[in-house]
């Protein structure tokens, strides 16, 4: 492939990144109103139970260490768990149960009326994901959804959903992650305004 080539498949790949954020900003009440949804949560002593397969389930270790650690601000930790996290609970259920029900166990043991559910699936019809959604409903936590690909089966289930308009994973994922970021921005900017002189 020639040089020419290369700069042009880069220059499709960045357009189409471009053609994503353009999206995003059209989202910015959902972007808004989801993020109020989390901090009213942990305002009342709830938590954020993030979940998602391969590279969504990356970005849900990536949100959660954002809130437990710190995005900008250094102040007091956040209550957020991101259920792909510990080998030994998603390998038991998986083993003894079914994969389709690693984070659903979780949620059925951990979770609590007042918190909040944050589910990533590019594709929206992945079955644990599913899963998850309908124990969250169950238990009366309430689901925000970020996906693309049309959406699947997610979109119709999840309380609040974004569906990422593209059909390629990579372009789905950096969605998220932008998204995920300014939610980080949102909640501590709310739950930790300056102090007043």
Same mark, same amino acid.
């Given at each position: 492939m020639?040089?020419?080539n290369f700069?042009?498949?880069i220059r499709a790949q960045l357009d189409d990144s471009i053609a994503v954020f353009r999206y995003l900003t059209e989202k910015a009440t959902f972007i808004e109103n989801s993020a109020q949804l989390m901090i009213r949560?942990?305002?009342a002593g709830?938590?954020?139970m993030i979940c998602g397969n391969g590279g969504s389930a990356s970005d849900a270790q990536h949100f959660a260490a954002e809130l437990v650690g710190r995005f900008i601000k250094n102040r007091p930790p956040l209550a957020a768990i991101a259920l792909s996290t510990d080998t030994s609970i998603i390998t038991a259920v998986a083993n003894d149960f079914t994969y389709d029900q690693i984070f659903s166990r979780q949620i059925e043991a951990l979770g609590n009326p007042g918190d909040v559910l944050v589910g990533l699936s590019t594709s929206g019809n992945s079955a644990n994901v599913i899963n998850a959604v309908y124990a969250a409903r !169950? &238990?009366?936590i309430q689901s925000i959804l970020l996906?693309?690909?049309g959406g699947g089966k997610l979109a119709e289930l999840t309380d609040h959903a974004l569906v990422v308009p593209s059909d390629f994973s990579a372009r789905i994922q950096e969605g998220h992650i932008a998204i995920i970021h300014?939610?980080?921005k949102l909640i501590e !900017? &709310?739950?930790f305004p300056p102090a007043q002189d």
């Open positions: 020639s040089g020419s700069e042009e498949g949560s942990l305002k709830g938590k954020l !169950d &238990k009366g996906s693309g690909k300014i939610w980080c !900017d &709310k739950m």
